[in-house]
């Protein structure tokens, strides 16, 4: 078992619908990071959460500790926000772990 | 201000050879940390630095090394390359590490060994 799991690995949704994406890990963390991938595109980090809950525009990231989960909810998606979105886990001897991704895809 | 710099962008080595990638993090950054991405092992963590000192080391084979400059700039180096080192190389700089501010990456170094 992976040390960092997301779900689901493909979504396809369209425009205008609310999204979710889960991170599951099974170390104890000291930091959570939430990643975006364009095609072709670089990385750009969105959020870095140690505990509850960030928003910034239309992406808001959750974090429940003793859960050992997070999630990354869109509002309102739009095509733009097609890519696929990483979590990372920052834990046990300070390594990042991250999950496999999943890929989103935002129909008009 | 000047985001995350990695040269070359594009590299095709031979297996045998050995290659250095370069990383110039964003002014102000002391923490620059390294990864390997490929579409069967996803995104993977090699090593990070912060003030010249490495911090901690990934799942990676001895041939996987690297260093940081009083700049803060970075360089990592693969030895002995293998096929299976072909891959896209990530550096992402922060100011005091990914476990207290947010990582900012470069556009990634595409390695290809035949």
């Known amino acids: 078992k992976n040390e960092v799991e997301q779900s689901p690995q493909n979504l396809t949704a369209q425009e205008g619908e609310f999204i979710t994406i889960n991170c599951s890990y099974s170390?104890?963390?000291?930091?959570l990071h939430w990643l975006q991938q364009h095609p072709g595109g670089g990385i750009v980090s969105l959020f870095m959460l140690s505990s509850g809950k960030k928003k910034h525009g239309r992406l808001i990231a959750t974090i429940n500790i003793q859960e050992k989960h997070s999630s990354l909810h869109i509002t309102a998606s739009h095509p733009r926000d097609s890519a696929v979105y990483i979590c990372g886990a920052k834990g046990g001897a300070q390594k990042l772990v991250f999950g496999q991704g999943t890929r989103l895809t935002i129909n008009p | 201000k000047a985001g995350v710099t990695q040269t070359p962008r594009y590299l095709i080595k031979t297996r045998g050879q050995q290659v250095t990638l370069s990383c110039s993090p964003i002014s102000g950054h002391r923490s620059v940390s390294w990864y390997q991405q490929t579409p069967g092992q996803g995104l993977q963590f090699l090593f990070e630095y912060f003030s010249e000192t490495q911090r901690n080391k990934g799942n990676f084979p001895g041939r996987f090394s690297g260093r940081q400059f009083s700049n803060s700039r970075s360089e990592m180096n693969v030895s002995t390359l293998e096929l299976g080192d072909s891959a896209l190389y990530l550096c992402a700089s922060s100011l005091a590490g990914g476990d207290r501010s947010p990582l900012h990456f470069g556009n990634g170094t595409r390695l290809t060994v035949t």
């Open positions: 170390v104890g963390i000291s930091a």
